[in-house]
């Protein structure tokens, strides 16, 4: 940020107070410290976000939707009436920022407090009656297609099918345990279907209760924040504003003090969506969980499933996290629209699962090394310092000593982490230069360079990644692939993360005895050494293996918003130019695939993925639901080979971990499980293909480059 950033700010706050308390027939009385927060926030964004926006009418519209499309994004709340009402503003809320003026804001959370108390006024008498689960009719749970009602009657409508819809759910889950419970009892007298209509209708009458006891509880202050959002986010999708209750939930969890299950959620329209799996956390671990399941019920062990679909992710998350050793149980929606109840055992992420590791493998009679780094991970605890690149240097030179050929470093899943890592880690493949260009707004990119000249590896390289490699290992990947330094084969792209944020501490900017919060905001942005960014464009795999994410917008592309891909001058770097047969060994790969059935049929899985990731119709009919659903299921069993893949070869510890695992048994026991999903690891396999093929160029040509 600029020294006239920090000069103006502290000037226009004092004026801030001083107006804020200001009042006449055009202006409402609010707080004044949500007025002040409103003019920090547009000049903290306006001077300090790499992307800064214009606040203009464009920007009013946007803002405009996203508010409310975030109140009430299954439109059963507001009437066409309201929103014709708060048309007239659309335009409008750029000069209210600007005036710190919050009369839109105040006329929709008095109108959205009006709409949630009349909701609450006829919920009860909708599940006092029977379903017809005979009736054929649907409901669409892409909810922007949906218009917002005209009458009263007409969001009764909407709320019966939504609560049909609940109780649907809830039916064919207890159909389906009275089965089993006949299945296992041939005594046990099933419970007829109107009974279990009524129970199914009971528990969505006290979910809704308890729904709108939450809505209850929240207060002016959480639905401010929720317009501030609106506000920040607008900007981009990482720019969030943190009210004083959620920036020290976030201090915890940056502290890595937070016990739950490991995973990052998003809200995708009413749903809880996972988009990313922490490394070694808990969900990691037990295997069930993936990105771009929906989270529609959460249970705290044996206790009945709270419906979480329409719940703010706040609300959601506090649900779904909880104290170590404790079992929660999520209903999933999966991405083939089949139905899964999974259990998972909450822990606190461990240290050792993101740590490098290394496995030994030998192939047609050949010794190659498989690294896996699931972090950039970096320590500045004095007693114990540890980083990827020391643990990757170390690593390297023990495989080594065992002679082996090549390496495949496995980037699958790695999230990022520490941009000093990954640096250093390029630098272990590659001779000094230029790895990464990172650039603040208006100004020229700083080339960050690996300044060690010593290679600790140059054989041949592989580097395996997915959709959601991101951030550190896409400016690793990156680096390798402008150098022409290693074979990058996995997905079709990475998750496309080229943004950098700081948190910033808004409380620095005025004199009030209140916690105003604090703003995520982007700064930076990354570029390639070849000059583009890997913003949106994430790297682009040498070699694409079909995967069950490649036909959907995983990653960066599937946020709302996100700054868009661009370009800057290319640093002044060498290619490396050493491969005997880069493109040679490219090609025979591509032929491999295209002629193997199991990558066919991971081809045919993905699209019926997408497939059915598009198809948003839910039958309320119940036997039209139910053979939907079990048409779902079958399809889902015409791909279970997927799953059944095994290969010939054989992985083992290197030598000096062999020692280690004599005396840790817990250690023995993760490597055998790391090494047995290795051996079922068609993607592995197709690298070490890769790998074996390689050839670096003779001595003599080496020095002639």
Known sequence: ???????????????????????????????????????????????????????????????????????????????????????????????????????????????????????????????????????????????KNLTYAKNSDEIINTWRKQLKFSTLSRLYDKIAAENDKKKEDKTYRVKSFDILEKEAREATLENMSDYFQRVE???????????????????????????????????????????????????????????????????????????????????????????????????????????????????????????????????????????????????????????????????????????????????IERLKKENIEGIVLDLRNNGGGSLKTAIEISGLFINKGPVVQVKYRDRKPNVKRDIDPRMQWNGPLVVLVNELSASASEIFAAAMQDYGRAVIIGGKQTYGKGTVQSVLDLNRYHNLNEDIGALKMTIQKFYRINGGSTQLEGVHSDIMLPDRYTYMNIGERDLENPLKFDKVEPANYTFWNNYENFNQTINRSKKRISNNNYFKLIDQNAKWLKKSQDDTVIYLNYKAYEKDLEYHKNQSLKYKAIGDYTSNLTYTSPLYEKVLLQNDKDLAEKREAWHKNLKNDIYVEEALNVLSDLKIKPQDQLVKN
């Open 1 to 143: 940020m600029n020294r006239k950033f920090k000069l103006i700010l502290p000037i226009l706050f004092v004026f801030s107070l001083f107006t804020s308390f200001q009042t006449s027939e055009n202006t409402i009385n609010t707080d004044p410290k949500d007025k002040l927060l409103i003019t920090i926030l547009r000049y903290v964004l306006t001077e300090g976000h790499y992307k800064p926006q214009k606040i203009d009418d464009a920007f009013s519209e946007k803002v405009y939707t996203r508010f409310l499309e975030g109140l009430d994004p299954s439109k059963r709340y507001f009437l066409q009436s309201d929103i014709d009402e708060f048309s007239k503003y659309k335009t409008q809320i750029d000069d209210q920022i600007n005036s710190e003026d919050l009369s839109f804001f105040v006329l929709v959370y008095n109108r959205f407090k009006q709409r949630v108390h009349e909701s609450e006024s006829f919920y009860k008498q909708l599940l006092a009656h029977k379903f017809n689960f005979d009736k054929n009719e649907t409901i669409d749970v892409a909810y």
């Open 217 to 395: 509880e929240l207060t002016y202050s959480d639905w401010f924040s929720s317009y501030i959002n609106s506000i920040a986010e607008e900007f981009d999708p990482h720019t969030t504003y943190f009210d004083p209750t959620v920036k020290k939930r976030f201090d915890i969890s940056m502290a890595g003090k937070l016990e739950g299950i490991g995973a990052r959620l998003t809200k995708k329209n009413d749903y809880t969506k996972v988009i990313e799996l922490i490394s070694g956390g808990p969900a990691w671990k037990q295997g069930d969980l993936e990105v771009g399941d929906l989270i529609l019920k959460v249970a705290q062990g044996n206790e009945k499933p709270v419906d979480i679909v329409g719940m703010r992710l706040d609300d959601a998350i506090e649900f779904i996290k909880g104290k170590k050793g404790t079992e929660v149980k999520l209903t999933l929606k999966k991405l083939d629209g089949t139905i899964k109840v999974i259990s998972i055992i909450r822990d606190v992420v461990e240290l050792e699962e993101t740590f490098v590791k290394s496995s030994i493998v030998k192939k047609e009679g050949r010794t190659f090394g498989v690294i896996n780094l699931p972090k950039f991970y970096i320590d500045f605890d004095e007693k114990n310092y540890r980083n990827s690149a020391t643990d990757m240097a170390q690593e």
